[in-house]
């Protein structure tokens, strides 16, 4: 099992003690407004963090020093060998503290150092501007935009912007 730890933050694989401040977090629609599948009920968050169990690939981030949790971090296999997507998602009362970058630092750290993948990918809509930051924090390269690609709901289709980084570019720095 994955544990991080930085500075300020503890990354954690989420577990079942989780579940109503998960909830809460991925219940409000302001937080969840860049995400197809919309809000989350709390049994499909007790779904997700069940399969979680077997082989984690969502992760709570928590504050050391009180323990809240302030955000969740996806860590997922890619259909491409040695390729792991990351993505998160931050408490609207924790946003602009640097926690999703600070996070996913760690996991590029532990995704480049200690599992030797080859490639690490994100995306977001362009409008999300605080994801479009994390991603050039990590150093990704903007390898392009999706036109339309996702369909939201009754006519809404959405862009999706594509970032990767390479073993090589993060040895580099």
Same mark, same amino acid.
């Given at each position: 099992m994955v544990r991080l730890e930085t500075k300020r933050l503890i990354i954690r694989p989420t577990n079942?003690?989780?579940v109503s401040r998960i909830h809460e977090m991925l219940s409000d629609e302001e937080t969840m407004k860049f995400f197809v599948e919309g809000v989350y009920s709390k049994e499909k968050v007790f779904e997700f963090i069940n399969r979680n169990q077997k082989e984690p690939h969502h992760f709570t981030i928590l504050l050391k020093s009180s323990k809240r949790i302030v955000g969740k971090l996806s860590y997922n296999p890619?259909?491409?060998? !040695? %390729?792991k997507e990351v993505g998160w998602i931050i408490f609207k009362t924790a946003e602009g503290n640097g926690y999703a970058t600070e996070a996913a630092k760690a996991i =590029?750290?532990?995704a480049f150092e200690t599992e030797k993948i080859h490639r690490l990918i994100a %995306?977001? !809509?362009p409008e999300n501007n605080a994801s =479009?930051? =994390?991603c050039e924090k990590l150093a990704m390269r903007l390898e392009g935009t999706f036109r339309k690609c996702i369909h939201y709901k009754d006519d809404i289709w959405w862009d999706e912007q594509f970032y990767s980084l390479l073993e090589e570019d993060y040895f580099k720095e």
């Open positions: 079942n003690s989780d890619w259909f491409m060998k !040695q %390729t =590029v750290k532990y %995306t977001c !809509q =479009v930051r =994390v």
